[in-house]
């Protein structure tokens, strides 16, 4: 509920802040919605590897008999499901508040799922790296927005075309790097995810 709420204030107070007119807005809208996505999964995903430090359960799950990357996919299909919660929240706001229109949200969808899935599975996987340290919140953050800024620049920039008025044809390109973000990074967890929990 927490990130939730953090996520629709910063949507609100951004547009209190930068809202001119609705051309402006449209411009404006892409940007807001993608850092409240960033800030809301950044929490969700520091928050699901926070618990698995009390009371060391995460011994407890490496020592379980289950393959280590099901760990993984479980983690991430878990942030996964509730950052597509807050962003079925967030998106109606945002609309609502910049005023847009209802016929690019379809497609903005997808580009949020894509680019959420490929955030979360970044997120994920280093969250595992930072989970021994004491400062994970800030390692995570290090770490993580670099290697995802591609695609999130991707998401802005194939949102910002759709809510001016561009086809869905003239974004496929952003699209298709999205999905093979996504690729990467689940094959990467895949493969990499032992090892970065290995002492």
């Known amino acids: 509920m927490t990130t939730a709420f953090f996520a629709v204030l910063v949507v609100v107070l951004s547009s209190l802040a930068f809202y001119l007119d609705r051309n402006t807005a449209k411009s404006i809208a892409p940007g807001v919605l993608w850092v409240a996505v960033v800030f809301a999964g950044i929490t969700s995903v520091t928050r699901s590897w926070g618990r698995e430090r009390e009371e060391d359960a995460l011994r407890g799950l490496l020592l379980s008999p289950i393959p280590r990357a099901s760990i993984y996919f479980g983690k991430l299909f878990g942030n996964l499901v509730f950052l597509l919660a807050v962003e079925v929240v967030l998106v109606p706001i945002v609309a609502l508040l910049f005023h847009l229109e209802l016929e690019p949200l379809l497609p903005t969808s997808v580009l949020l799922l894509l680019g959420s899935f490929?955030?979360?599975?970044?997120?994920?996987?280093?969250?595992?790296?930072?989970?021994?340290?004491?400062?994970?919140?800030?390692?995570?953050?290090?770490?993580?927005?670099?290697?995802?800024?591609?695609?999130?620049?991707?998401?802005?920039?194939?949102?910002?075309?759709?809510?001016?008025?561009?086809?869905?044809?003239?974004?496929?390109?952003?699209?298709?790097?999205?999905?093979?973000?996504?690729?990467?990074?689940?094959?990467?967890?895949?493969?990499l995810f032992d090892a970065l929990l290995s002492d």
């Open 118 to 191: 490929g955030f979360v599975s970044a997120g994920t996987l280093f969250g595992a790296l930072s989970v021994q340290t004491r400062a994970r919140d800030l390692v995570l953050s290090i770490v993580v927005f670099p290697l995802v800024t591609p695609a999130l620049l991707g998401g802005v920039v194939a949102t910002r075309e759709l809510f001016a008025g561009a086809p869905l044809s003239e974004v496929l390109g952003w699209v298709q790097i999205l999905a093979a973000f996504d690729l990467v990074f689940l094959g990467a967890g895949y493969l």
